[in-house]
């Protein structure tokens, strides 16, 4: 049984520019959800996928969009990239929407300068 | 927005000791969820209370759940160096499929 993976580990992009991170749930997982966590704070909800369908979404503006994938593979995009979308983006993977916990992946850190 | 916040947000301890976070949040919740996080990497789940259970142990860790004063603790016991972490209780509200997190509390546990 394989974790959550997260794809790339690190990124360095200049305001402006569009990125996509990219995160392969847990075998045997149908639900993927992903946050924000700023340095010192704690994660952030962006927006969950639950078969391929956005399942729910936090405060973010429209530029943070998602897809979830057959697989349950998912990727989060962020266009028109700020300064403050510089943190850990982290991705987590449960079964029938959380409700026996989440298990997330070691995150992608992503610097916007 | 935060719904979990975690006191104290820095704890420090000698190895062996116990260590108490506590968890307050505003809203009806389904459950609530602690997790560990090491130095700027993935969150680790680490046990799960709901809404009509009161105490729950998992190996050193006892974690508490008190619906009417809307907060949980929780306890780990004998410390070791490696406990040395951030903290960060989780609820579950139902709505909107979120999963809310405080600020943590920093745990460091000296040997």
């Known amino acids: 049984e394989t974790g959550v993976t997260q794809s790339p580990t690190h990124l360095i992009k200049t305001r402006g520019q569009q990125v996509t991170l990219r995160c392969s749930s847990q075998?045997?997982?149908?639900?993927v959800s992903w946050y924000q966590q700023a340095l010192g704070q704690g994660p952030q909800f962006i927006f969950q996928?639950?078969?391929?369908?956005?399942?729910g979404r936090g405060n973010f503006p429209p530029r943070f969009s998602g897809l979830q994938f057959p697989n349950y593979s998912s990727e989060l995009n962020v266009n028109a990239l700020e300064l403050d979308d510089s943190a850990l983006y982290l991705c987590?993977?449960?079964?029938?929407?959380?409700?026996?916990?989440?298990?997330f992946g070691s995150g992608t850190r992503l610097t916007v300068v | 927005s935060q719904q979990g916040e975690e006191d104290p947000q820095a704890l420090s301890i000698q190895e062996g000791e116990n260590a108490t976070m506590n968890c307050s949040y505003k809203t009806s919740i389904n459950n609530l969820q602690w997790y560990r996080q090491n130095s700027g990497r993935g969150l680790v789940h680490l046990i799960l209370i709901r809404s009509n259970e009161r105490e729950k142990h998992s190996g050193r860790l006892r974690v508490t759940l008190d619906t009417s004063k809307k907060s949980s603790s929780l306890l780990i016991t004998a410390s070791r160096a490696a406990d040395t972490a951030s903290y960060f209780c989780?609820?579950?509200?139902?709505?909107?499929?979120?999963?809310?997190f405080g600020a943590g509390t920093r745990l460091t546990v000296k040997p």
């Open positions: 996928y639950y078969r391929e369908e956005e399942n």
């Open positions: 075998s045997g997982h149908n639900t």
């Open positions: 987590a993977s449960s079964w029938v929407q959380g409700s026996g916990g989440y298990t």
């Open positions: 989780a609820t579950d509200a139902g709505n909107n499929n979120d999963m809310r």
